[in-house]
């Protein structure tokens, strides 16, 4: 299997990079007639978020948020394989001063991202623009398959490190005054309830803990698609850490509130590049069955 993926890698890599998200887009929108499970949690998520749209418009959002996930798939060849001056030239970057600010600040730099367009091209931009990073991941069952997939996303600089891996390396990293990269829009079984586009979502508090105990800048990094080209604009926005109180956790939810805000405000600019198929609100879903 491992080698019938890297295969189908290669072969995509040489097909135009806006041809190869076209196909993908369709065979997404394909799969939104035939995988029923998955569009019905898109359109619940859709009813919760937006219970003042049209049937019409969630069926579309759900559709084209599976367009864009078949895109992002077969942009992946080039996101893994395309050289580094290909990559740049499709990025507009927005914030690198502040980036670079914080970085001179010597107490690290964590770095936040969610499931927003092209995600893979989002945690190699960091790397891309000469800052790259120590990242959190999912490791995939296939070994030799996960091992060509690490390779690709370190390819630049960055550093992965399997999420179940001790954490010992994020506060070392955090001190020797480098950055670390964290996904945050997916449900958490053991996190903690935060909004999340207005709803209570089990959330990790884990990026805002470790700013507070480290003095540790703290971004937003979101990943805008201009159109449906393979081209994007890329924003770091820095988060401003509240006043620090006796109430760590409270703190810590008060900045996770913040981050997804700034992700709230780019998923309703364009509702239809973020995965709704993921149960979010997994944690609402359970309270209303019970």
């Known amino acids: 299997m491992a080698f019938i993926i890297k295969a189908l890698f290669y072969l995509v890599r040489f097909l135009p990079v806006r041809l190869a998200g ?41 559709r084209e948020s599976f367009a864009e996930l078949g895109r992002t798939t077969f942009e992946m060849p080039h996101v893994f394989l395309r050289s580094k001056q290909f990559l740049t030239s ?46 959190m991941y999912r490791a995939i069952r296939q070994q030799p398959l996960d ?78 698609r201009i159109d449906h080209q393979f081209r994007f604009r890329i924003e770091f926005k820095r988060i401003t850490l509240p006043e620090q109180h006796q109430d760590t956790e409270q703190d810590a939810i008060i900045c996770t509130s913040a981050l997804h805000e700034a992700y709230a405000i780019a998923i309703h600019q364009r509702p239809e590049l973020w995965l709704w198929i993921h149960r979010r609100w997994l944690y609402l879903d359970e309270q209303e069955q019970a």
Request: proline share 4%; net charge positive; aromatic share 8%.
């Open 147 to 224: 091992a060509f997939l690490k390779q690709c996303r370190e390819r630049f600089g960055n550093q992965l490190h399997e999420r179940r891996e001790n954490m010992r390396w994020l506060p070392k990293t955090l001190k020797q005054g480098h950055s670390v990269s964290i996904m945050i829009d997916q449900h958490l079984s053991n996190g903690v309830p935060v909004p999340f586009l207005g709803h209570p979502a089990r959330s990790t508090t884990l990026p805002a803990a470790y700013a507070r105990r480290n003095s540790a800048a703290l971004f937003a990094g979101i990943v805008h």
């Open 90 to 135: 499709r990025i507009e970057f927005i914030g690198l001063d502040e980036v670079s600010q914080a970085h001179k600040e010597g107490h690290g730099v964590i770095f936040t991202a969610c499931h927003l367009s092209n995600w893979e091209i989002g945690a190699l931009s960091l790397s891309l623009a000469d800052f790259p990073s120590n990242q």
């Open 22 to 62: 076209a196909i993908g887009a369709g065979l997404g929108r394909m799969a939104y007639h035939i995988d029923g499970r998955h569009r019905d949690i898109a359109i619940r998520n859709l009813n919760r978020i937006y219970p003042q749209k049209g049937q019409a418009w969630k069926q579309r959002m759900s």
